[in-house]
C-alpha cells in the first residue's frame, strides 16, 4: 500500500468539512486543526484496534507537515506524547549514547536496539519510527531486523544504504552499498513485510549524497519507490536547492527531512519552509538527548559545589511523579482494593506482632534484685573465693539469628550463674563453672561460648 501526500484536500471533522487550502496561512489555526484531527482519527478507529503501523499511515495521509522528536528511551517517549506530538521516532545515536555512553559507529547491535525499542513502543499510544541503520548485515539480516521491529510494536523503520560497520549521519566516512545490493534490500524488507502479515511503514534512506553525489541520491530514490518503500529519506542534503531538488522525485510518495541540531549540513529550516518545500515528516534527532546531556551536566556541577540544582532548572518532586503517571496509578489502584477496614485491621494485626516480636527479641527488660547478704556474699566484700569480686562482672548473652538478625543482647551479673553452676555444673556438654573459675581473675573481656543451635542461631556468652 503507497502512501499518497495530500496537497490540497478537504477533511471531515464532525459534520463539517474543512478545506485545508484554506487553513495554509494561519499556522496556529492550522496546527491546532491538524492536532484534533489526528486525535479525533485515532480516537475513533481505537476501538477497532489499528495497528500503530496503521495509525501511522492515516497521519501521513493527512495535509501538513508532521513533526516527529527523536526519543531514546521510555520516558522521553513518553514526554514527546505528553507534549502533544502525533509521532516520534528513535535515534541511534541517542540510544547508542544513552544506553551504551558509546559514539553512533555502528557498536550497538540489533539486540540492544529491539530490547530499548519494546521500552519505548510499550509506555506510548502514538506510532515510533525506529532508526533500524543498515538493516544490521545483508539481505537476509535485514529481513530478521523488520520482523524484529514490528515484534518490538514499531510502526515504521528507517532502512539506509551504508556498509557495515556504518557511520554516524553527517560525519565523515560515509561509505554506501552498491545502487543493486541497497535495492535489492528495500525488495527484501518488502518480503518481510509481507511475510510477517504487518503493514510496517518502510522509510529508505540514503547516505549517497555524503557518500557520492546528488545525482545518484535521487536516482537511489526513485528506484527505492519502485522496490516498495513507502517514504523517502536522502541524508546530509546541503541546502534548499538540493533539498527541492529530492522533493520532485516522485511528488506523490512522502519524503522525510532530518533536522540535524546544533550545526549539521542540511540547513535548519522551520515547518512551514520545509512544508512548503514539499516534505510531509521531520525528525529532530538531537534535542532531546542534547538538552538532557547539559542539564545533567548543569546539575552535577550545582552538586559538586554543595549546592542542589535551581527550582527553575527542574521539575519539582509532585510535577515528576505526575509524568511517570503516580496518580493515575493510585486511582487505578483502588478498583482493585478489598475491604479496607479488614485490610486495615490485618495491617495493624501485623505490625503490633512485629513490634511484639521486636522487643521481645531486642529489646528485654529485666529486673535485677541483688540483697546485701548475697551481694556480700560473693565477694563484694573483697574476701578471696573462687568467685571473689564475681558480682562486679557482667555475662553478655548474644544470639543472632540465621538471617543474620540480632534477636537477644542481654547483659546480667555474672554471680547470678554461682548457684546454678553449683548445682549443675555442666549444661549442654559444657562446664560452665570451670569456665567461669577460669575467666573469673582475667582482666578484660573473655568470650566462654560460640555455638549454633538446631535452628541455626548463632549463641555467644561473653565475661566483660
Request: glycine content about 8%; some cysteine.
Amino acid at each position: 500500500m503507497k502512501v499518497s501526500a495530500v496537497s490540497n484536500a478537504s477533511v471531515s471533522v464532525g459534520v463539517t468539512r474543512v478545506p485545508y487550502s484554506s487553513l495554509r496561512f494561519h499556522s496556529s489555526s492550522l496546527s491546532t486543526f491538524k492536532s484534533s484531527y489526528a486525535v479525533a482519527c485515532f480516537s475513533a478507529s481505537a476501538s477497532a484496534g489499528p495497528s500503530s503501523a496503521k495509525v501511522l499511515r492515516r497521519i501521513l495521509d493527512l495535509p501538513g507537515l508532521h513533526q516527529g522528536p527523536a526519543c531514546f528511551d521510555a520516558l522521553s517517549a513518553k514526554l514527546v506524547q505528553n507534549a502533544g506530538f502525533q509521532l516520534c521516532f528513535t535515534s541511534g545515536f541517542s540510544i547508542s549514547a544513552a544506553t551504551l555512553a558509546l559514539p553512533d559507529t555502528g557498536l550497538i547491535s540489533l539486540g540492544e536496539m529491539l530490547d530499548q525499542g519494546r521500552l519505548i513502543t510499550q509506555s506510548v499510544s502514538i506510532p515510533v519510527i525506529g532508526d533500524a541503520d543498515n538493516g544490521y548485515g545483508n539481505a537476509m539480516n535485514l529481513k530478521r531486523t523488520l520482523k524484529g521491529y514490528v515484534a518490538a510494536g514499531f510502526a515504521g523503520i528507517i532502512l539506509e544504504d551504508q556498509v557495515s560497520p556504518k557511520a554516524c549521519g553527517h560525519t565523515r566516512g560515509r561509505r554506501v552499498v552498491s545502487r543493486e545490493e541497497a535495492v535489492m534490500k528495500i525488495k527484501a524488507a518488502v518480503d518481510a513485510r509481507r511475510e510477517s502479515g504487518s503493514d510496517i511503514v518502510i522509510v529508505a534512506r540514503t547516505d549517497a549524497r555524503q557518500a557520492l553525489s546528488l545525482e545518484e541520491a535521487l536516482v537511489r530514490s526513485r528506484a527505492f519507490v519502485d522496490a516498495g518503500a513507502d517514504v523517502l529519506f536522502v541524508d546530509a542534503l546541503t541546502s534548499r536547492e538540493e533539498m527541492k531538488a529530492f522533493c520532485e522525485v516522485s511528488p506523490l510518495v512522502p519524503k522525510m527531512a532530518n533536522m540535524l541540531e546544533g550545526g549539521g549540513k542540511t540547513p535548519i529550516l522551520n515547518p512551514m519552509e520545509l512544508e512548503e518545500i514539499g516534505f510531509k515528516v521531520v525528525a529532530y534527532p538531537l534535542s532531546l538527548i542534547g538538552v538532557s546531556i547539559r542539564a545533567m551536566q548543569d546539575s552535577l556541577t550545582a552538586i559538586r559545589g554543595g549546592r542542589i540544582p535551581p527550582p527553575g532548572s527542574m521539575p519539582s518532586f509532585e510535577e515528576i511523579k505526575d509524568v511517570l503517571g503516580f496518580n493515575a496509578y493510585y486511582e487505578e489502584e483502588k478498583r482493585y482494593t478489598t475491604d479496607s477496614s479488614s485490610l486495615y485491621s490485618i495491617q495493624r494485626r501485623d505490625e503490633v506482632d512485629r513490634e511484639q516480636t521486636s522487643q521481645s527479641y531486642k529489646d528485654p527488660v529485666v529486673e535485677v534484685v541483688t540483697p546485701d547478704d548475697v551481694y556480700n556474699k560473693y565477694g563484694a566484700d573483697g574476701s578471696r573465693n573462687p568467685f571473689s569480686g564475681i558480682w562486679s562482672r557482667t555475662l553478655r548473652v548474644k544470639i543472632t539469628g540465621r538471617d543474620g538478625f540480632e534477636k537477644l543482647d542481654l547483659r546480667i551479673p555474672a554471680g547470678f550463674l554461682d548457684g546454678i553452676t553449683n548445682i549443675v555444673p555442666a549444661l549442654g556438654g559444657v562446664n560452665i563453672k570451670e569456665l567461669l573459675d577460669d575467666a573469673t581473675e582475667e582482666v578484660g573481656g573473655k568470650l566462654l561460648l560460640d555455638f549454633q543451635d538446631r535452628m541455626g542461631d548463632r549463641i555467644q556468652v561473653f565475661l566483660e
